[in-house]
């Protein structure tokens, strides 16, 4: 009986780990159309799959909770980290939807610092998912935590700046409009890394 | 002692029935407004009484669930849902203060069609608080929970045109900054069906 | 043995309670740079050290609630109360920030007097926090809980005034799109002192 029970337990992992490599290919998609800021509708569509996947495991992951009597981690906890990886993506998606809706014809300097923060940010997040499994190995999670919230942080200082630079410019208030909710969107997907980076901590911590 | 728990089982439905339809009174309405343009603040103020209606039944559900020892669904499902239908009356209320406060004086076109989809939403979630007592009849819920998807993408496809459609304009940025929200809450209030959706497709799932 | 579990149990309210008392602290900071809007680059400094002191205080609690086995009230609540008093430094702290990043040069009527509303609300909830421990007092409980959504109902009427007269004036839309969001701010920041009064009133409720 015991034996039935551990496939399901690493399932779980898995599909965290699916989750969160998906999240980096989003991080990474949206990171390169910035640089080379050409077929946005083609890199929007791209995205929407993206997106669509991480809402197929996010369903699979909640699914198995339902029909799981005994989790490994608590169910809380399952759909805590779940739900803040998906949120990720939305956060990327929503940003590129934006683009194209908005037609932004270029992207702005500040934008491109944020992009290569999230693809950090995402690559952290997927490091701590995989030592999501090993609760001895403390001090690793805790570095790559620390480093999280050291890019949170970051994305902060860019993001603060980048608006008070639109505000200051005497822009058109359509272009402030649209690059500040873009710059926001940006921003809240570097803050859900960090809220899944404060999930595995604390999974880790009461397990440990 | 069993017969005790029955009613007050019973109870929780009959709340979340009487909160499904306060929804769809309330899509009705916003609906009614859109269709003919008059009296806001006459429709604000029966506005603000189906949501004063509506937080009084989630308080009322929030009560049972802190004085019921065995639930019928699960504790932290009741909340969900009862936050789920509660955030749909907010959003279509949202909407509604909105036009009054903004002194919006005609809908634009693209926002009778979102209205159209709220009230068919509002009604397929009607239907699907209604099945929730029957777990056995999964085969409906599924076709009902389909329906809310398919609704969900519609509004999303009708919403993203008529951003579009405001930002190509060229038009004052104060009719943008109006407008861009209006959307937002209309499409809001349709996502919060589909949430409640799969929250009683989660719930069926795990009493099947 | 059950001496050991005491002093724990008590600790978790005098957490909260420390928290609460920031809350104040914030609030009453965000009041004093309203009534004498000077310095502001300064306040927002003062504030971030406040925020970051609330983070701290709420990591601690969530670090509590990991490694306590058995907690004076559910696990959720905790959970709640902590998100919410710690939402409510957030909306403070997220204003001061705009004042400062968009050169806010002077303040609005309106924003006093939700600031004012803002410190009578976090003292309601610092009352509220104090009185968690008194299950039995419930009259004083549910008297203040009135109080704050009295207050609550207040904001709101002050914040539409504000929010109308805005767009009414003609105004420029860059500062539309500033005030409209520092007023929501200074709104939602009430609203989760609102949040936290619920949570405490079903937290006694379920204790009683």
Chains 1, 2, 3 share one sequence.
């Not at 969107?185 to 570097?190: G, K, R, S, V």
Request: overall charge negative.
């Amino acid at each position: 009986m015991r034996l039935k029970l551990i496939p399901r337990e690493e399932k779980f992992f898995d599909l965290f780990e699916q989750q969160a490599e998906n999240v980096v290919l989003g991080a990474k998609l949206i990171k390169e159309l910035f640089d080379d800021y050409r077929e946005v509708e083609q890199a929007a569509m791209k995205m929407s799959r993206i997106e669509h996947e991480g809402d197929e495991i996010a369903h699979q992951i909640a699914e198995k909770v339902s029909l799981t009597f005994i989790t490994p981690i608590d169910r809380e906890d399952i759909h805590a980290l779940a739900s803040a990886l998906d949120d990720i993506l939305d956060f990327i998606n929503a940003t590129v939807v934006r683009l194209d809706l908005y037609k932004v014809s270029s992207v702005r300097d500040d934008a491109h610092r944020m992009t290569n923060i999230i693809v950090l940010a995402a690559e952290e997040t997927l490091e701590l998912v995989r030592e999501l499994q090993n609760y001895k190995k403390h001090g690793v999670i805790k570095k790559r935590w620390v480093e999280i919230h050291r890019l949170e942080n970051e994305g902060d200082t860019v993001v603060r700046a980048a608006i008070a630079k639109l505000f200051e410019q005497g822009q058109d208030p359509i272009e402030v409009i649209k690059w500040k909710e873009i710059y926001e969107h940006l921003e809240t997907a570097i803050d859900k890394c960090e809220d899944a980076a404060n999930i595995i901590e604390q999974v880790v911590l009461k397990n440990a």
